[in-house]
């Protein structure tokens, strides 16, 4: 197995080299989640292609502890992971969507706050609390499957894309949608730029990430990046200043974002694995509050859920997979958002085998902390609010769980 070597390429520049080296390795295609892209499975094993650290995991010599490491382990007391993500049960179950939900996302330092998107071409703000749990607002405005949404920092906009070709503004308090834009290919993820939500970030079908001034509905001149395949899922860093982003051939982006004028500039491509989409991507800083670790965690077509370490040259490498059942479907995952005074942290995915997976990142002989079931299809998409207080987990069918955690 090798590493396609990473490239630093500014948008709009040829990349033929590229594409010849990625399709002498093709194999029988098969159709995958992406309409009008084909599967191809790598003629080696089928595998990975970015290889784990030497050991099969990464070194932890990178990392720093604080001075005040131990105390803080003290403060936190003797529960344990497992412990800290055990559940009391079902906190409430929404069924009003009669298709696939495509993501579900608490609003950002909310905890009752929940968007819902779906196939069937609607958006969905709920409010969990005060009790009963109720839909607040129904988006309706899109004409086909709508693929991705994003909240604004303030929580008061939502951003959705979707297969009809547009991207759609809308207040989230009185579901009005403010302004709509046709980027004239299907679109299968968004993102408001965190430091700047007058941007917003656009992966298309056409193998490109588009930027849009919101204010104004125009494309941002110069703005943009390439891809070798349809952008099927994508990341900011926390700064605003990277964006990760993944294709449906199973390419991993790093694209430097500036700013002031919505400029981006690829400085590095690696193929995670050959001909398998990349579903959902997320970032993190820091793995805990002891350590500064920059890590992605990437959903792939290939029965894994992956995390890297991103060095400083914004190279990556493989320190974990976890096995989730994962072939067919945009399956989502996240990283828990509490960064624990514990030792370990956790991230958490969908399955195609219908249950929530818990894993510790720094486990390696038994690292599934908890496996939630009660779904009766796949579950697509996972979202913690931000105490972890209650977890939504959303299937294929149309139905969201949202799940008590035990205090």
């Given at each position: 197995m090798s590493v396609v070597a990473s490239d630093a390429v500014a948008y709009g520049e040829a990349d033929e080299s590229c594409r010849h080296s990625m399709d002498s390795l093709s194999g029988s295609g098969t159709h995958t989640h992406i309409k009008g892209h084909h599967r191809n499975t790598s003629s080696a094993s089928g595998g990975f292609l970015i290889p784990p650290a030497e050991g099969g995991h990464a070194s932890q010599a990178g990392l720093v502890p604080t001075a005040d490491a131990q105390a803080s382990r003290k403060m936190a007391g003797d529960t344990s992971l497992i412990q800290n993500y055990e559940f009391q049960g079902m906190y409430?179950?929404?069924?009003?969507?009669?298709?696939?939900?495509?993501?579900?996302?608490?609003?950002?330092?909310?905890?009752?706050?929940?968007?819902?998107s779906s196939?069937?071409?609607?958006?969905?703000?709920?409010?969990?609390?005060?009790?009963?749990a109720r839909v607040k607002h129904t988006l309706s405005g899109h004409t086909?499957?709508?693929?991705?949404?994003?909240?604004?920092?303030?929580?008061?906009?939502?951003?959705?894309?979707?297969?009809?070709?547009?991207?759609?503004f809308w207040n989230a308090e009185t579901?009005?949608?403010?302004?709509?834009?046709?980027?004239?290919?299907?679109?299968?993820?968004c993102r408001f730029q965190p430091s700047n939500n007058n941007m917003v970030v656009c992966g298309t079908a056409r193998c490109q990430l588009l930027v849009y001034n919101v204010s104004t509905g125009k494309a941002l001149?110069?703005?943009?990046?390439?891809?070798?395949?349809?952008?099927?899922?994508?990341?900011?860093?926390r700064n605003g200043e990277i964006i990760w982003a993944g294709d449906a051939k199973g390419f991993l982006y790093c694209f430097h974002f500036h700013i002031a004028s919505g400029r981006m500039q690829r400085t590095k491509r690696a193929l995670v694995s050959l001909g398998n989409q990349i579903t959902s991507i997320s970032s993190r800083s820091w793995m805990s509050r002891e350590a500064r670790d920059p890590s992605l965690l990437v959903n792939c077509?290939?029965?894994?859920?992956?995390?890297?370490?991103?060095?400083?040259?914004?190279?990556?490498?493989?320190k974990r997979q976890f096995s989730i059942k994962h072939a067919q479907q945009t399956i989502r995952s996240i990283f828990c958002p509490l960064m624990s005074f514990r030792q370990g942290a956790c991230v958490v995915s969908g399955s195609e085998d219908m249950c929530v997976y818990f894993y510790n990142v720094d486990e390696v002989q038994k690292p599934m902390v908890n496996k939630l079931q009660g779904h009766s299809a796949p579950v697509m998409?996972?979202?913690?609010?931000?105490?972890?207080?209650?977890?939504?987990?959303?299937?294929?069918?149309?139905?969201?769980?949202v799940w008590n955690r035990q205090e």
């Open positions: 409430h179950i929404f069924d009003h969507h009669k298709d696939s939900v495509t993501a579900v996302k608490f609003a950002h330092d909310d905890r009752t706050k929940l968007a819902i196939t069937d071409g609607t958006l969905t703000v709920c409010i969990l609390e005060p009790l009963p086909r499957s709508v693929t991705d949404f994003d909240w604004s920092q303030s929580n008061d906009f939502i951003i959705s894309s979707s297969v009809d070709g547009t991207v759609r579901g009005t949608c403010l302004r709509h834009i046709s980027l004239g290919a299907e679109v299968y993820c001149k110069g703005g943009g990046g390439k891809t070798n395949g349809p952008v099927s899922a994508m990341t900011f860093d077509m290939q029965n894994g859920l992956l995390l890297f370490r991103i060095n400083p040259d914004d190279s990556v490498i493989m998409s996972v979202s913690f609010n931000y105490n972890e207080s209650l977890l939504a987990s959303a299937d294929s069918s149309g139905t969201v769980i």
